[in-house]
């Protein structure tokens, strides 16, 4: 069993920047692809950007590309959001996912939820406008 934490949400104004972190339990996060997904009141849970297991691969919701920035330090067993140029419509919980590569394929970054087996408790982003 794998626990992923995330952390860094918070409130922001538009137009400002937040990192969120997530963080596994165990040392093997280099075994997972990670992915973040982000869920609005009474919306569906969507995609916004995932890595494969040694960073190698990246894959963006197509709207975020150029304002979110995935990355991993396996070292530090922590993945990365790097969020910049805020929205409002930015507002949502934010969860990591972990999917195991042996599983997906090591040079994967899956883009839809049912590719993961570990899910975070979500973290809060509200951006103000």
């Known amino acids: 069993q794998v626990q992923l934490v995330e952390s860094g949400g918070g409130l922001v104004q538009a137009g400002g920047s937040l990192r969120l972190s997530c963080a596994a339990s165990?040392?093997?996060?280099?075994?997972?692809?990670i992915g973040w997904f982000r869920q609005a009141p009474v919306k569906e849970r969507a995609f916004v950007a995932a890595?494969?297991?040694?960073?190698?691969?990246?894959k963006y919701a197509v709207p975020l590309k150029g304002r979110f920035t995935i990355s991993r330090d396996n070292a530090k067993n922590t993945v990365y959001l790097e969020m910049s140029s805020l929205k409002p419509e930015d507002t949502a919980v934010y969860y990591c996912?972990?999917?195991?590569?042996?599983?997906?394929?090591?040079?994967?970054?899956?883009?839809?939820?049912?590719?993961?087996?570990?899910w975070g408790q979500g973290t809060q982003v509200t951006v103000s406008s």
């Open positions: 996912a972990g999917a195991l590569g042996l599983r997906v394929g090591v040079y994967v970054a899956p883009e839809t939820t049912h590719a993961y087996d570990y």
């Open positions: 165990k040392r093997i996060l280099s075994s997972y692809a």
């Open positions: 890595v494969s297991c040694g960073g190698d691969n990246t």
